[in-house]
């Protein structure tokens, strides 16, 4: 419905609300499911060699970053970052040598549900250190429309994190 929030209650994004992921052998035509209709999983992207597919999923109750092995077959969670992409082409980047992924990210003190009634973000300042930037303030003021804005412009805001696909960190 129109009135239905962005994201599910586990982080995913509506639009990937039954998704899975699959590949096919273009040879053989033979089809394989992934992520077994485990939760929802969206936005596979294949690493550099082509021997590990990234993907966003809520398998285990939240959404994550996961990463399928052709070798092994296994599915893996690589992080416990909670992905934040709005929309279904917001998908993880590999680095070019494969060992890590960019994400977009739930900012650093945001929690997965509502959208508060006037939402304002502080500066915020990695570590104590270094330059900060306001990420997004809006007072809306009681108006139908300012209020629509900002809960779509909130859904658009995210951290960018670089993800260890070995160890995990962030």
Not at 87 to 114: C, H, N, R, Y
Not at 137 to 159: F, K
Request: glycine share 10%; charged share 20%.
């Amino acid at each position: 419905t129109e009135d239905a929030p962005d994201f599910l209650d586990t982080g995913a994004p509506r639009d990937a609300e039954g998704a899975e992921l699959w590949i096919a052998d273009t040879r053989t035509g033979d089809t394989r499911d992934l992520t077994g209709q485990t939760g929802n999983s969206w936005d596979g992207v294949w690493s550099p060699d082509g021997s590990r597919l990234a993907f966003y999923s809520d398998r285990d109750g939240i959404a994550r970053l996961w990463v399928w092995d052709r070798a092994t077959a296994a599915v893996r969670r690589i992080s416990s970052v909670i992905p934040h992409a709005y929309v279904l082409f917001e998908a993880p980047q590999w680095t070019p040598d494969g060992k890590a992924l960019i994400s977009k990210v739930l900012p650093e003190g945001d929690t997965i549900g509502g959208i508060p009634d006037n939402v304002s973000r502080a500066p915020y300042v990695p570590n104590g250190t270094g330059p900060t930037a306001e990420v997004f303030t809006a007072n809306l003021g009681g108006s139908d429309t300012a209020r629509g804005d900002a809960v779509y412009n909130q859904a658009l805001i995210a951290d960018l994190a670089v993800v260890q696909v070995s160890t995990g960190s962030v």
